[in-house]
Nanobody, 117 residues
Framework: QVQVVESGGGLVQPGGSLRLSCAPS????????MGWYRQAPGNQRELVAT???????NYADSVKGRFTISSDNAKNTVYLQMNSLRPEDTAVYYC???????????WGQGTQVTVSS
């Protein structure tokens, strides 16, 4: 079982930046993909960005050029750097860990990001 813990959410003004962190623990395997999803009130959960254990990145069109997903293998941590934030980025952000051979997925508890003046 893998536990996933996010941190770094908060309140920021439009145009500002935040960095989210995600640290999985437990039975971590190399062949994996980690991702960030978000869910705003009244909306479905949507994919924001993913990164594979080989370093391949994927982004939703709405965040391309503004958000960057990265990993620090030494710290076993994944980051989501969010720049040029907009009010429509306001949501609960969830980190996921997926073990690719079985597609078993673990979700974090979520961290609130609010973009407002």
């Amino acid at each position: 079982q893998v536990q996933v813990v996010e941190s770094g959410g908060g309140l920021v003004q439009p145009g500002g930046s935040l960095r989210l962190s995600c640290a999985p623990s437990g039975n971590i395997f190399k062949v994996s993909i980690m991702g960030w999803y978000r869910q705003a009130p009244g909306n479905q959960r949507e994919l924001v960005a993913t990164i594979t254990s080989a370093g391949t990145r994927n982004y939703a069109d709405s965040v391309k050029g503004r958000f960057t997903i990265s990993s620090d293998n030494a710290k076993n941590t994944v980051y989501l750097q969010m720049n040029s934030l907009r009010p429509e980025d306001t949501a609960v952000y969830y980190c996921t860990y997926r073990y690719l051979p079985t597609m078993s997925t673990s979700w974090g508890q979520g961290t609130q990001v609010t973009v407002s003046s």
